[in-house]
């Protein structure tokens, strides 16, 4: 088994996950929650969903006999909620990028606005209020910015993550040579942060989460058949 991806020291993989984040990421695995948030003081926000819906090829593992990963897709679909804002929200800006050993690739970066709450620019395809007691389900209505304590969701269009940037490229996950009967595998970095800005108070959040991608090179296999025509005087 081949390990296509370089265990680096601890350093440089805070180093890579908090390039987004800085002092504000998240702990891997966890969220800051709506009922901590509820008890603060200050201006806050949260981010929970599915930053890091995961597709490549049919599943994880891709099946390719010279070791190519063509492509990585991502659909995230996310919440953002806020608390304490006074004057409500101006403005929400939803960052995701994707990261190796290969370095970081921005692969969305949207703002979403007050002043025009209907709004799906870019690669946003959806936006709207959360539906009560579902995380990443948005009712047909816009979110409400001018409220103190407020939420919500937006969902991504498909993206290849191998075409924003060249770092996280099919190049760098591809493990070339690899024998048949071997595996490679490459762990990418996904992080995502929301910058949530109104009324001179700011709040900035970050989720971090990490997904094993595997290329596999199957045993070579033949097979023989047919038939003999017997023919006697």
């Known amino acids: ?53 995961f597709e490549a090829g049919d599943a994880p593992t891709v099946t390719s006999n010279d070791g190519r990963i063509e492509s990585v897709f991502l659909s995230p679909a996310v919440e953002v909620s806020w608390t304490d804002f006074s004057e409500g929200v101006e403005r929400v800006t939803l960052t995701l990028a994707v990261g190796s050993d290969a370095g970081v690739d921005e692969v969305y970066r949207e703002t979403l606005t007050a002043a025009d709450p209907d709004a799906t620019p870019g690669d946003v395809s959806s936006v709207g209020k959360p539906e009560s007691g579902e995380s990443d389900a948005a009712s047909d209505a816009p979110p409400d910015f001018d409220a103190v304590d407020g939420a919500l969701t937006a969902r991504f269009e498909r993206a290849d993550a191998t075409d924003r940037g060249d770092a996280v490229t099919s190049e760098t996950l591809s493990a070339a040579g690899l024998g048949g009967g071997e595996t490679a595998t490459t762990t990418l970095d996904v992080v995502f942060r929301a910058d949530v800005a109104g009324g001179g108070d700011e709040a900035t959040v970050v989720r971090t989460t990490t997904v094993d991608l595997t290329v596999e090179n199957p045993d070579g296999d033949a097979t023989a058949g047919g038939s003999v025509g017997v023919d006697a005087a």
């Open 1 to 53: 088994m081949a390990d296509h991806s370089r265990n680096g020291s601890s350093s440089e993989t805070v180093s890579r996950r908090s390039v987004l984040g800085g002092a504000a990421a998240v702990t891997i695995g966890s969220v800051t929650g709506i009922g901590a948030l509820a008890a603060s003081s200050r201006p806050a926000a949260a981010v929970d969903g599915d930053p890091a819906a």
